[in-house]
């Protein structure tokens, strides 16, 4: 994402601008040099705040404090943000019952951590031609943890294995 470019004082190709002060007052329309003069004389800075209107609408401000209140605003957008993360747990056909168990543990605590689980299964050897293992740990999982996940995507083979991505549930 590019970031916006604003033209500041020298900067600014207009020939009129409409012109707001420091205290957010309209100044009107005027030439460009008249309100560059305007905003050196309060030692502040003439910035372009819409360029696309007729004439641009132009601000007298300090510019360093803009930049940096803008900045803040990114840094607390970019803190609301959450990200997803999705965890992975591998699974054989033929796992047994404890290791299955230990599995289906690491699964919901990654659900309760809020992130997604992708719960892979793979098939070596000839075992790919009982994937009716497969799909029964699979459905084993997802039985397990149904009461605090939701099954985002169903069980899916790609080449020699088979997954499923799970979601914790929308919390109402």
Request: glycine fraction near 4%; include cysteine; proline fraction near 5%.
């Amino acid at each position: 994402m590019a970031k916006p470019t604003v033209n500041v004082n020298q900067a600014i190709r207009a020939r009129e601008i409409r012109v707001v002060g420091a205290n957010s007052e309209q100044l009107g329309i005027m030439p460009l040099n008249e309100a560059l003069a305007l905003a050196e004389s309060q030692q502040l800075d003439l910035v372009e705040v819409s360029p696309t209107a007729v004439p641009p609408v132009c601000r007298i401000m300090d510019y360093g404090k803009f930049k940096y209140q803008q900045s803040k605003k990114l840094q607390e957008a970019k803190k609301k943000q959450s990200h997803v993360v999705v965890k992975e747990v591998k699974l054989r056909p033929k796992t047994d019952e404890h290791d299955l168990q230990f599995k289906i543990k690491h699964v919901r605590r990654f659900i309760e951590e809020g992130n997604k689980a992708k719960v892979t299964l793979v098939f070596r050897g000839r075992e790919i031609t009982h994937m009716e293992f497969g799909v029964r740990a699979l459905e084993r999982v997802a039985s397990e943890i149904e009461d605090i996940a939701v099954i985002e995507m169903k069980p899916k083979m790609e080449g020699r294995s088979m997954f499923m991505i799970v979601a914790p549930k929308v919390k109402k």
